[in-house]
Every structure is written in C-alpha cells, then in structure tokens.
C-alpha cells in the first residue's frame, strides 16, 4: 500500500458520521497530544473562575456538583439551563486551541462553556444544544481532557443510541443538524476517580450577542 493510499484511508476515517441519520459528527482522537491535554486541564483547573451549573428540575432550583465556567467575546451573554451568563474573558491558551478547532469544521466560534467533572460521579443528563442564543446552523466542537468518558446519542422520535468514549485530547464535532434530532448525554461511571474537562465551542447568533 502506498501512501497515497495511506492518507486517503486514515481521513476517511477521520470524517466518518458516528450517526446513522439525521445528524452528522465526527470523532478526531488525538486532537492535542497526551501531556499537552493534561497540562491544559491542569491549567483551566487553577486558572478560570468555575461555578456549580444550576438546573431546575420538578420546579426546584438544584446546584450541581459538577462545576462550569463561561468564556466568550463580551457581548456573549448565554442563558443555560434558565440561567443567564456573562462570560470571562479568553485566555491566551483558549483562543489557540479555539483557532486550531475552527480549522477542523471551517468554522468561527465566539464562546466556549467548560464543564469539570470532578470523577464518575459527575455526570451531565440528556440534553440538545439548541438553546435560543445559539446559532443552530454552526456546528459545536467539543474538546476532552482528562478521564476518558463515555458519551451517548438519542435519536428523539425513535429512541435508537449510539455512544463513545471521549479520550484525553480527543475532539468531536457536531455538526447541523445534530441538535435538531439527536440528544447527548454524559453517563456517570462510579469506576473513574480521576477529574474530566471538557470545552464546548460554541457559536452565538450576532442578533443576540
Ligand atoms: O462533557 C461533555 O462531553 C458534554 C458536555 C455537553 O454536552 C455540553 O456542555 O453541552
Ligand atoms: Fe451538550
């Protein structure tokens, strides 16, 4: 085989749509290097202001154990989960890997939601990313450092599930019109004790920001 051959056999792979209809998403493992990943997580960890998320469930306003911060262009203000957020300024080291991220959509993001995951029992529910702010046509990228989790899809009509693993400096875009037909959720794992980051870029509509 030679390596032309090679080539074309290893990008096929990169594109392929982990779903079966209705949706598009591509896996890219390996997006950053091994230390590189954890160094980073190390870095956010210490670095950005994190947060409990807060949901309202059955009426009741509950704080999460998992932690949050916000990070976009200034007038990116985003309501998640009820709750609107000003977001804190991009670091040196997001807006690098923002732009080698926007290299593997050709896309822009103006803001990024973070998610710490302290362990297993950290997890996030079934959700779409379809919040009115957001541009519903830009795809979402979405990087993991740290413990390696499993990631599950819903099909909303049919219920059919399609799942994971984000490895350690993997990256996983979800392109239109995933959030149209699919969920995604984060499942608990009671077998990790080791602490999980994961960036979500985003796009928010110029009209809202
Ligand atoms: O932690 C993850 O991989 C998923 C996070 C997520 O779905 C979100 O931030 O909307
Ligand atoms: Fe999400």
């Known amino acids: 085989m030679n390596q032309s051959s090679l080539f074309s056999i290893d990008s096929d792979l ?3 749509n982990l779903l079966p209809k209705e ?3 591509n896996y890219y493992p390996e997006f950053l290097g091994e230390v590189e990943s954890l160094n980073l997580l190390n870095q956010l960890q210490k670095s950005l202001q994190w947060e409990a998320d807060q949901l309202i469930i059955f009426g009741r306003l509950i704080s999460t154990r998992r932690k949050v911060a916000w990070i976009g262009d200034p007038k990116c203000t985003y309501t998640y ?13 997001l807006l690098i890997i923002k732009r080698q991220l926007e290299e593997l959509p050709q ?10 995951y302290h362990d297993g029992a950290d997890g996030m529910g ?3 990313d379809d919040e009115k702010e957001l541009d519903a046509q830009s795809p979402i990228a979405s990087l993991s450092l740290g413990s390696a989790r499993k990631f599950s899809f819903k099909h909303k009509k049919d219920k059919s599930t399609t799942s994971l693993f984000l490895e350690n400096g993997s990256a996983l ?29 985003r796009r928010i509509s110029i009209s809202n920001a």
């Not at 989960?81 to 080291?93: A, D, F, H, I, N």
């Not at 979800?174 to 004790?193: D, E, G, N, R, S």
């Open 173 to 201: 875009i979800m392109h239109a019109p995933t959030q149209q037909f699919w969920q995604h959720a984060l499942l608990k794992t009671k077998t990790i004790h080791t602490p999980r980051i994961n960036l979500t870029f």
């Open 23 to 25: 949706g598009l998403v």
């Open 107 to 116: 896309a822009e993001f103006n803001s990024c939601l973070l998610n710490f």
């Open 126 to 128: 079934w959700h779409s």
């Open 81 to 93: 989960s009820g709750v609107k957020k000003q977001p804190q300024s991009w670091t040196p080291e």
């Open 14 to 16: 990169c594109a392929t």
